[in-house]
Nanobody, 121 residues
């Protein structure tokens, strides 16, 4: 039984910050990578940030200098610190577990329920 649960979404003005939190197993056999994906209404899902068990990371270019993904392997918690939020960041954000340090969703095996992030200008 594996479940990823997200929290921390909300509505902020442009330039503000939010931190998303995902609780669940930090390591699932064959799926040691954890990350965040997002999807806006009418748009496809895109990878935001992925982190390996040892801390290696990859980010989408659009968020690289503003978002930070981290994980606590002791507490089995995944974080996404989002700073200087922009209206184009508005989307449903999904916590995920996968098999590679990749922003491609084909590597993902487990998804969280999603947390809405809305950024107003």
């Amino acid at each position: 039984q594996v479940q990823l649960v997200e929290s921390g979404g909300g509505s902020v003005q442009a330039g503000g910050s939010l931190q998303l939190v995902c609780t669940g197993p930090g390591y699932i056999h064959g799926n040691s990578y954890r990350g965040w994906f997002r999807q806006a209404p009418g748009k496809g899902r895109e990878g935001v940030a992925v982190i390996g068990y040892g801390g290696s990371t990859t980010y989408a270019d659009s968020v690289k200098d503003r978002f930070t993904v981290s994980r606590d392997n002791v507490k089995d918690i995944l974080y996404l610190q989002m700073n200087n939020l922009k209206p184009e960041d508005t989307a449903m954000y999904y916590c995920a577990a996968g098999r590679a340090l990749s922003l491609e969703s084909r590597w993902i095996s487990t998804w969280g329920q999603g947390a809405q992030v809305t950024v107003s200008s």
